[in-house]
């Protein structure tokens, strides 16, 4: 199968690259697509050189499926081209995800929502994801009413400017191209993407629409602060669950254990819980930090952490295309 990665050589394009050859995604031919500047350029994939090629060269050459990760404006250029040609499109960027006609997926939750009709399918926002697949099964066992959700999310989200800042602060150099209005290392920012008239960012009202899309439950009330912080590699969440009906904390331990894309990482005894270092390189999302909280009826903290490069991004736009391929809705071509 020929597949175009766009975005080849940035940090998420990198990992998509990683995941597709860990995971024997069905390649044939590659076709790494990057900025004009990368062009001419090599990727390594699975102990072959590849050169990175312009859009119109992929879009020429008619892959089976495109990958995005290169920003929401390419994506609203080119994605209707590769469409255009046939191709499926799985889009990493926020181009498309709350466009009525397209589908956001995060396949352990609502990968049966995609047809043979979805040509430009939306990834979600790494935050997001690996809140969805945390609360999937305990929302159908109990209806999630209200999700107060507060993030802390690592650097490598930005992309690389945000590393190499934090680098060079830690390092105590002057920063060269900084990628955040203040200081990274050794604080913490209350500000991920724009802000919005209503006080709130952007990130912050991804994960309140995107949960309910993904969900397909409009009625579960999101509110979020999405903070950065010093983290190289790892998002961590802590979410407050208002149920419509009471729990028994060992079932809902239960429960996590066998949820699909979770492992419960939940021993405090042992001081074992969820951190980014232990994320790094995973798929799984980490859940731990279990309690009732006992401020109000049916209500759950947690703590879920997860690779924002892998489950955030890489992985779950592999897997999005390892289903169209299982179920026969991509042309093998
Ligand atoms: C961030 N959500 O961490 C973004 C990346 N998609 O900033």
Redesign the pocket.
């Known amino acids: 199968m020929k597949v175009a990665v766009v975005g080849a050589t940035g940090l998420v394009g990198t990992e998509m690259l990683k995941v597709l050859a860990e995971r024997q995604f069905p390649v044939t031919e590659l076709l790494p697509v990057a900025s004009a500047k990368s062009v001419g350029t090599v990727v390594h994939f699975r102990g072959t050189d590849y050169p990175v090629v312009s859009m119109e060269t992929a879009i020429a050459a008619r892959p089976a499926i495109a990958i995005f990760s290169a920003g929401g404006g390419v994506s609203l250029e080119f994605a209707p081209k590769f469409a255009e040609v046939g191709t499926v499109v799985v889009d990493n960027s926020s181009a498309w995800r709350m466009d009525p006609g397209k589908k956001l997926v995060v396949p352990e939750v609502n990968a049966d929502v995609l047809t043979q009709n979805d040509k430009i399918i939306a990834n979600p926002?790494?935050?997001t994801i690996q809140l969805v697949v945390a609360l999937n099964d305990l929302h159908k066992k109990y209806k999630a009413e209200r999700i107060v959700v507060s993030t802390y999310?690592s650097v490598t989200?930005?992309g690389k400017k945000a590393v190499d800042q934090l680098m060079e602060e830690r390092a105590g150099q002057p920063v060269s191209n900084p990628a955040y209005p203040h200081a990274i290392d050794l604080n913490v920012l209350p500000h991920?993407?724009v802000f919005q008239p209503n006080g709130y960012t952007k990130?912050e009202l991804k994960m309140v629409n995107e949960t309910k899309k993904i969900m397909g439950d409009d009625s579960i009330r999101v509110t979020a602060t999405c903070v950065r912080v010093p983290v190289m590699g790892g998002?961590s969440e802590s979410i407050n669950i208002e149920f419509a009906q009471d729990f028994d904390l060992g079932e809902v331990r239960d429960i996590l254990r066998h949820t699909d894309g979770v492992e419960l990482v939940d021993d405090p005894g042992q001081n074992s819980y969820p951190m980014p270092k232990d994320s790094h390189g995973r798929d799984a999302v980490l859940v731990g930090r279990l309690r009732r909280d006992e401020t109000q009826p049916n209500t759950l903290n947690m703590w879920v952490v997860a690779d924002?490069l892998r489950k955030g991004?890489a992985t779950n736009a592999v897997q999005i295309a390892e289903y169209l391929v299982a179920k026969g809705l991509v042309e093998n071509k």
């Open positions: 926002n790494c935050s999310q989200g930005t991920i993407d990130e998002h924002n991004a």
